[in-house]
Structures are given as C-alpha cells and as structure tokens.
C-alpha cells in the first residue's frame, strides 16, 4: 500500500515535470505561431548569414528579423528554420538545388511542381541563358507528393494510349507536366507520372542518355570536372568542355566518365559542355548546356625578378611543347585507386606548402621591361633537400631526365589522361617504361634547374590541363 501511493505521488511529479517542460517548450514558439502563413521556411545552410539569406530572397534584414522574432542577427545555426516575407502566394520549403547537366527550365517545373511564375519569381530568373549547370536555384517544395518518375512518350503516341500505359490518366498527366489543353507533349520529350523516383536527374538528355551528372558544382578555376554519364547500350561518347575534348572510360556501375582539368586562368563565367553520343548504328545524338566555372581565390604573388633567360620563350618554350606533348595521351587503363598520397609524406607534413597552385605570379626579367604573366602550376614542398620523393599514387614512367627550367623531371602517367610531375630532383631513381605503385621512392628532393634553393615542385596534369593537386590529396576520383 504504502509503495502504492509513493510511486503513485512520483508518478504526479513526473508528469508535472513534463507539464513544465511542455509550457518551456511552448512558450519561446508562441512568437513564430503567430506568424504562421506568414511565407515559405528556408532551413538555414552552412555558409549561410542572415545577411546573405536577406540578399538572396530580396528581402529586408529587419523584416527578416522582424517576422523570425530575432533580436540578434549574430545568432544563426545551420538548421535553424526562417520564415521569409514578401513571397505572397509561396508556401512549404525552399530548398536549394544546383543545375545539373541535362536540367532544363522545362523539365524542373515539371519535376518540382512549381508555376513558372513562383519559380521566376523566387530565382528572379529573366532568361534561359541563366539556367546554366552550377547555378544554385531555389525551389519551394510544396508538400510530400513525388511525381518524380520519369517517361517519354513514343512517337504517334496519343495521349490516352501514353497514360494508360503508366497506370495514370490524362486528367492528372496534364496536370503534373502543366499540359494545355489536349496533347501537347513531342515524342522524345520528359513527362513525369506519380510514382518513385527512377533516380533519373538527365530529364532534358536525348534518348541514347539515360542519366549525365557533373560532381562538386560549380566547378572552379584550377578544379578538376568529373562528368559521369550512363548511356544506352553500345553508344560510345564523346564530348568538349569550354574548349578540350573529353575522354570517356567505362567505370563501375555501367557508368562512362571522363575528368577534365579547368585552366587556373580561365575567366569565371559560362562555358559549354556538350555531351556526343555515338549510336550502335552510327547516328549520333549530342546535347550541350552552359557550365558556371568560379573563381579559384587565387592569391597574387609579390613581384618575382628572375634572370631573364628563364622567361624568354625562346629558352623555355621548346621544354614545355615537350611536357605538354608528353601528358596530352590519355591511356585507358586507370591505374590509381583512391585518394593521391603526398609525395612528400616521408619528410614533410602533408599540409606544409611553401607555395600552393593557382598563385597569380607576374614575373620580370632583371634589368628589362620584359614581364610574363603565369600562375604557380603545382604544390611546393620547401627544404628537404636529398630527402626520397614517393609516388602519390601508382603509374607508369613516362619521362625521366635533365630539363633546362624544371631541372631533373619525372613524368608519371597514372591512366585517364591524369599525369603527375616532379621537378628539380637531385636524384631520378625511376626509369621509362617502369610501373611505380603508390608510397615507392622514385627520386630525391634537390635544387636543380631554375631554382632558389632545395624543394618538390609536384603539378598534376588532368586531361592536358595543370589542376590544384591538392584537390586529388582531399578526396577521392573520379
Ligand atoms: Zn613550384
């Protein structure tokens, strides 16, 4: 009896605590209640500010503040969700979403359900020309329903026939793809149907694409571009990025990709991308689309004044007409797998540059008006003079000698078109023709060719183009 009542009086106790916390809990949300309907809930990114989210949705900060009840703009957490004025007619959750290739203006309406007017009116887009890959679009989502798989109807396809066939009808086909009136899609274009997700993002591809994605977007100056495309069988591929030829290679999953350096000196705007399919048959398809390339940050370099002959192309020009004829190949055979290892592991911390790549250098001949404009084309590892170089990842020697400019080199091809080089060793202990695995010694640290002092320069060539090494240390390709 007596445990009876005890529990039964901790019982009450436990439920006025909960009472308490309901009323803490409560109480704080009562401002935001009575703002409900006021609009759309962004959830707060990381990178994102009060100010920037203010910018980006042409609204106020103080009416941001006003209608969120934040006293303190400094105070946001990445999560956190923000109630934004002024988008009458808006509701649900802005999400963000970054164009991908084969994205179309048409496509997206259909695949988010949202009125071209709200979509125009969030993104505040003007024209199609601003609907390139890379670009960051907002787009309401308006409550659970996916109508996300993905069809084509066939040609002389009537309406009926096609819906029939994707076990809807036509009433709710018009309305998910905004259809007017009768018929009004073109065999070979995207329509969606209620139903799971294919996994299908290329919904504007030709046919002989099943699905195309560009990784880490937007891409920037000095970035490497992975394009992985799934395409139908028997179509070989092929394509340009700005101005390169792409290389595919068959990878997992039935997939074909090709990796494409972007020059570090590349002005930031669009670019195209075009994607060439190649049919069993011999009739080709292709499809292009504009691609945001952004700025790398690079840093200016003070000034550098150098003996003059180290910039007269007359004595530089023919070393590197060789490095590029060397690295233009793209061999078939991937030979590395993972992320690349710093050459440099055994002596130095693989965070220690004495230069990064992408530096803005500007390069004056002593005692002349004679300047060049370049960047740093690779990672700089200072000191360690006689100390052993090691392979970032495993490949072939392809160039192994005496240079006027890098000094003693070494040319590794690790397959796909991606190239590594060591320059100004005191000691090459690879030969031509040999296979290097990941972590083996293929020379010492030195100070040869046109240096100040002792260091590793390291530069990676990826499809004919220098890109940030560093990238390839931090994450894993393709
Ligand atoms: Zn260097």
Do not use: C
């Not at 100056?221 to 395409?231: C, K, L, P, R």
């Not at 992320?339 to 250098?361: D, L, Q, V, W």
């Amino acid at each position: 009896m007596r445990s009876a009542i005890k529990s039964k009086s901790k019982m009450y106790k436990r439920n006025f605590i909960a009472f308490l916390l309901l009323i803490t809990i409560l109480v704080p949300s009562t401002p935001a209640r009575a703002q409900e309907g006021a609009g759309p809930i962004y959830i707060v990114q990381q990178g994102d500010s009060l100010y920037s989210i203010a910018a980006r949705f042409g609204v106020s900060l103080d009416d941001l503040l006003a209608v969120n009840g934040i006293a303190d703009p400094n105070t946001l957490a990445v999560g956190q969700q923000l109630i934004i004025p002024g988008l009458e007619g808006i509701s649900g959750i802005l999400d963000t979403k970054f164009i991908n290739f084969g994205d179309s203006y048409r496509s997206l309406m259909r695949q988010t359900q949202v009125p071209d007017e709200l979509f125009r009116k969030l993104n505040r887009v003007v024209s199609p020309s601003e609907f390139y890959v890379g670009a960051n679009m907002i787009v309401p989502i308006q409550d659970q329903t996916q109508y996300s798989k993905r069809v084509s109807p066939a040609t002389g396809e009537s309406m009926l026939e096609f819906a029939v066939k994707n076990n809807t009808d036509v009433w709710s086909l018009t309305s998910i793809n905004h259809l007017e009136g009768s018929w009004s899609g073109i065999p070979g274009d995207t329509l969606y149907v209620p139903g799971e997700d294919g996994g299908n993002n290329a919904s504007g591809l030709p046919s002989a694409f099943i699905s195309a994605e560009i990784r880490d977007l937007p891409i920037k100056q000095g970035g490497t571009g992975v394009i992985s495309v799934t395409a139908q069988p028997g179509v070989s591929l092929g394509g340009v990025l700005v101005d390169h030829p792409l290389h595919f290679f068959p990878s997992q999953g039935g997939l074909q990709v090709a990796l494409q350096g972007v020059h570090a000196l590349l002005d930031p705007g669009v670019y195209p991308l075009r994607l060439d399919a190649t049919l069993p048959d011999g009739s080709t398809q292709s499809y292009e689309q504009l691609v945001l390339i952004v700025s790398g940050n690079y840093p200016e370099d003070p000034l550098l004044y150098v003996d003059p002959a180290t910039i007269d192309p007359a004595s530089t020009e023919a070393e590197l007409q060789q490095l590029i004829a060397i690295t233009t190949p793209a061999t078939p055979n991937r030979l590395w797998v993972g992320e690349f290892i710093s050459p440099a592991i055994a002596y130095a911390e693989s965070t220690y540059f004495t230069s990064r790549y992408g530096n803005r250098r500007t390069y004056i001949g002593q005692g002349t008006t004679v300047s060049v404009e370049g960047f740093h084309t690779g990672l700089d590892f200072g000191g360690g003079d006689g100390l052993p170089i090691t392979a970032p990842a495993a490949g072939v020697v392809v160039f192994a000698g005496p240079w006027t400019v890098r000094g003693n080199a070494t040319v590794i091809d690790h397959g796909w078109g991606v190239y590594s080089g060591f320059w100004h060793q005191s000691e090459i202990q690879v030969f031509v023709g040999q296979s290097v695995s990941l972590g083996d010694v293929i020379g010492l640290v030195g100070g040869t060719g046109r240096v100040t002092g002792a260091h590793l320069h390291w530069e990676l060539w990826v499809n004919g183009i220098q890109v940030d090494p560093l990238d390839w240390l931090n994450q894993t390709y393709p």
